[in-house]
């Protein structure tokens, strides 16, 4: 599995392996308002790219389970 995350020699950087791309990274959430605010962010992304024009039409989307409560297409545990 590393090699698949492995950078190649001509990178440079501190870091050995990189799961996500250059321009996007993880980030610990300690607060409601910012829980919230990715909550609200992330189904929209499909919409924003003209993928869909609701965001309960992207079928990956958490948006499902949290508005129409349908964990059948995917599932994941709800942020209480």
């Given at each position: 599995?590393?090699?698949?995350?492995?950078l190649?020699?001509?990178?440079?950087?501190h870091a050995r392996f990189r799961v996500w791309q250059r321009k996007f990274y993880d980030m610990n959430i300690w607060r409601r308002k910012?829980?919230?605010?990715k909550l609200n962010y992330m189904p929209n992304n499909a919409v924003k790219r003209g993928l869909v024009k609701h965001p309960g039409g992207w079928p990956w989307s958490s948006w499902r389970l949290y508005f129409w409560n349908d964990?059948?297409?995917?599932?994941?545990?709800?942020?209480l």
């Open positions: 599995m590393l090699a698949r995350v492995s190649p020699p001509s990178v440079h950087h910012k829980r919230d605010e964990g059948s297409i995917l599932g994941v545990d709800k942020m």
